[in-house]
Each structure stands twice: as structure tokens, then as C-alpha cells.
Antibody, heavy 116, light 107 residues
């Protein structure tokens, strides 16, 4: 069955950096676009970025453009989100999801807390 | 950016009731509208894709309709396990966006 497992979250100071990972299994990773979505505590969902099968096409939401970088390693069936210049309002649960237009499967999420 | 406005924000309903949640887009998005369910403490789960196509394994009491700018998620004969927040999501134009969510409470 499809499994997406995020890791790498934690407590980081404002201005700091973090790299999230998403390990995929149960499907042919190279067949699918992947995306990152986040959810601030008690708030709704915010779409952040997607990456195509090969990694050659990427798009970001304005809120993270220039600070976050999505990437993938198809040999390792893994998706990544590099987050720099973190701010308090980046505090959220970060989900990876399979798909481009429709988010068919989601991971369980990893919590990122930005605080001094 | 396409803004999605859901209504209501919150609804308290009784089991077996029929529930309707609406999602209105700021621009026409064709049928590029999807619905997700998020139960407390869980990640979102796809219910309906492209406005009206049920996803595999989703109970038949969930259905979707609409096109253009107005969409509806209907839950027939609500069950206690349907207590959750429901989100619409558009993939017509980048950046893709979500509605603010509709929280369903079961009385």
C-alpha cells in the first residue's frame, strides 16, 4: 500500500534552517509528481510546492518562494523540503502528498516549530 | 490566485441527517475541484476528485457536484465517524489553493 513518511521536523530558532524528508513506498515513485502542504496549529491547509517526476519542473507558493526548496532523489524514493530563513509563522505540521492536480495520498506529517 | 470560500464554517448535525457543504471559487475553475476529509489528529484524506468523481474506498454516502465556480459536497445519512473538517482544493491554476475548511460536529 502507498506509504509516505515525513521526518526532520523539530524546534528551530527564527532565521534558522531545516530539511524535511518524505520517504515513499508502495508505488513507483518516478511515476508521480509530489507536493508539500502545511497546516499551522488550529488552522487550515496551505499548499506550498510541487515537483514533477524528474525534478525538472517546480512551483512554489509566494509565501515560501526564495526561502524553501523542494527536491527529490528518485534513487532513494525520497522527497525533500529545504527550509531557510524560518519565521514564527512557518510553525506548522508539514505534509508530503502524492500527486500534482489531485493529492491522492498524504503522509502523517512532521511538526516544525519556529521559536526562540 | 483563486480564492475558495466554503460555507458554513461550522455545522452541528445529527446522525442520519443529510449535509451539504458548498465551495465557491473567485474565478471559474472548470471541474478542477477536489474534496478532502481531515479527522482530528489525522492527515487529510481524498474523498472526491474533479468535482464529482469518488475516490477508491470512499463510502457511497459522499458525493460531489458542481462546475465553474460553485461546488457542493453532500453527505447522505451522516454517520458519527463523519465528524471531521472538510476542505475543498482547486488545481485549475497555480498556486493551488484550499478553502478555509468546514468543521462538522455530530450531536
Amino acid at each position: 500500500q502507498v506509504q509516505l513518511v515525513e521526518s526532520g521536523g523539530g524546534l528551530v530558532k527564527p532565521g534558522g534552517s531545516l530539511r524535511l524528508s518524505c520517504a515513499a513506498s508502495g508505488f513507483i515513485f518516478t511515476d508521480y509528481y509530489m507536493a508539500w502542504i502545511r497546516q499551522a496549529p488550529g488552522k487550515g491547509l496551505e499548499w506550498l510546492a510541487y515537483i514533477n517526476n524528474s525534478g525538472s519542473t517546480i512551483f512554489y507558493a509566494d509565501s515560501v518562494k526564495g526561502r524553501f526548496a523542494i527536491s527529490r532523489d528518485n534513487a532513494k524514493n525520497s522527497l525533500y523540503l529545504r527550509m531557510d530563513s524560518l519565521r514564527a509563522d512557518d510553525t506548522a505540521v508539514y505534509y508530503c502528498a502524492r500527486g500534482e492536480l489531485t493529492l491522492f495520498y498524504w503522509g502523517q506529517g512532521t511538526l516544525v516549530t519556529v521559536s526562540s | 490566485e483563486v480564492v475558495l470560500a466554503q460555507s458554513p464554517d461550522f455545522q452541528s448535525v445529527t446522525p442520519k441527517e443529510k449535509v451539504t457543504i458548498t465551495c465557491r471559487a473567485s474565478h471559474s475553475i472548470g471541474k478542477n475541484l477536489h474534496w478532502y476529509q481531515q479527522k482530528p489528529g489525522q492527515s487529510p484524506r481524498l474523498l472526491i476528485k474533479y468535482a464529482s468523481q469518488s475516490f477508491s474506498g470512499v463510502p457511497s454516502r459522499f458525493s460531489g457536484s458542481g462546475s465553474g465556480a460553485d461546488f457542493t459536497l453532500t453527505i447522505n445519512s451522516l454517520e458519527a465517524e463523519d465528524a471531521a473538517t472538510y476542505y475543498c482544493h482547486q488545481s485549475s491554476s497555480l498556486p493551488y489553493t484550499f478553502g478555509q475548511g468546514t468543521k462538522l460536529e455530530i450531536k
